[in-house]
Antibody, heavy 117, light 107 residues
Framework: DVQVLQSGGGLEQPGGSLRLSCTVS????????MTWARQAPGMGLDWVSG?????????TYADSVKGRFTVSRDNSKNTLYLEMNSLRVEDTAVYYC?????????WGQGTLVTVSA | DIQMTQSPSSLSASVGDRVTITCRAS??????LNWYQQRPGKAPKRLIY???SLQSEVPSRFSGSGSGTEFTLTISSLQPEDFATYYC?????????FGQGTKVEVK
């Protein structure tokens, strides 16, 4: 069974930084692309970033996070990361890690990031 | 960027009703479209991939159709567990884009 387990997140002030982690088991992690998506409170889903399979993988970002967020992967640890810098109030959301750069049926449980003074 | 216009934004229906949700892409995306269901407080669940392929273990009352710019999700006979929000997603190009969502509510 494929499992996707997220960690990280929490409360941070505007301008601060946070790192999210996502560990995948049950498949060959290095062979799959990955996606980060988010959902602001009461709002719809937004695509945030994608990274291709391989090492280190090529990355793409939504315009809203480009230059502030960095996605990376450690295939030796089956883990995906999202480094979030220069956080803004509008980054407040539940962040989801998803298997596949074509988002699949395997989603993490979501982790809440709150940016507030 | 490809814009995905989903309609309606909400609908009211009864158990047993046939429900249709539409997504329109701002440019052709072949069949590079998925449909997701999200219940409150839960992660989304993929129902349909490749516009019309049913995800394993998803009930056959769900179906998807379309290609190019027009896509449809149909629930043939709405069940109590189907009251949720539904999203389309295009994966033809970056950035990936979701539709705005359709909330299916109890009439």
């Amino acid at each position: 069974d494929v499992q996707v387990l997220q960690s990280g997140g929490g409360l941070e002030q505007p301008g601060g930084s946070l790192r999210l982690s996502c560990t995948v088991s049950g498949l060959t992690f290095s062979h799959v692309g990955m996606t980060w998506a988010r959902q602001a409170p009461g709002m719809g889903l937004d695509w945030v970033s994608g990274i291709s399979s391989g090492d280190p993988g090529s990355c793409t970002y939504a315009d809203s996070v480009k230059g502030r967020f960095t996605v990376s992967r450690d295939n030796s640890k089956n883990t995906l990361y999202l480094e979030m810098n220069s956080l803004r109030v509008e980054d407040t959301a539940v962040y989801y890690c998803v298997v596949g750069d074509n988002p699949s049926g395997y989603w993490g449980q979501g982790t809440l990031v709150t940016v507030s003074a | 960027d490809i814009q995905m216009t989903q309609s309606p934004s909400s609908l009211s229906a009864s158990v047993g009703d046939r429900v249709t949700i539409t997504c329109r892409a701002s440019q052709g995306i072949r069949n590079d479209l998925n449909w997701y269901q999200q219940r409150p407080g839960k992660a989304p669940k993929r129902l349909i991939y490749g516009a019309s392929s049913l995800q394993s273990e998803v009930p056959s009352r769900f179906s998807g159709s379309g290609s190019g710019t027009e896509f449809t999700l149909t629930i043939s006979s709405l069940q109590p567990e189907d009251f949720a929000t539904y999203y389309c997603l295009q994966h033809n190009s970056y950035p990936r884009t979701f539709g705005q969502g359709t909330k299916v509510e109890v009439k």
